[in-house]
């Protein structure tokens, strides 16, 4: 069993910063390809960022490019997201998930179904 527990959401004015964290138990942490999506209210679950098991491979959702930036320390069992340039429509929960078994096509990281794990969720607000 593989918990992910994501750490880091808070409130911010619209231009900040927040810094996201998400722990991964597991001694194969090394192995997964790793993702965040994100869920505004009453609206579907969307992905932001991916990051492949290696940290050489990153994709990004076109409305984070640029200001987001996904990254990973094995070391740590630990994949951060950080958040630049917040907009009021970034306003969600952010999730972080697990794909244990990753095929090594970078478009997949985009889909929801890749992924075997999923962390309970951090709420990030920007206020305008």
């Known amino acids: 069993q593989v918990q992910l527990v994501e750490s880091g959401g808070g409130l911010v004015q619209a231009g900040g910063s927040l810094s996201l964290s998400c722990a991964v138990s597991?001694?194969?942490?090394?192995?997964?390809?790793m993702g965040w999506f994100r869920q505004a209210a009453g609206k579907e679950r969307e992905f932001a960022a991916g990051?492949?098991?290696?940290?050489?491979?990153?994709y990004y959702a076109d409305s984070v490019k640029g200001r987001f930036t996904i990254s990973r320390n094995n070391a740590k069992n630990t994949v951060y997201l950080q958040l630049n340039n917040l907009k009021p429509e970034d306003t969600a929960v952010y999730y972080c998930?697990?794909?244990?078994?990753?095929?090594?096509?970078?478009?997949?990281?985009?889909?929801?179904?890749?992924?075997?794990?999923w962390g309970q969720g951090t709420q990030v607000t920007v206020s305008s």
């Open positions: 990051i492949s098991w290696s940290g050489l491979t990153t």
């Open positions: 597991g001694r194969a942490f090394s192995s997964y390809d």
């Open positions: 998930a697990a794909d244990t078994l990753p095929t090594g096509t970078i478009a997949n990281m985009a889909l929801i179904t890749e992924y075997d794990y």
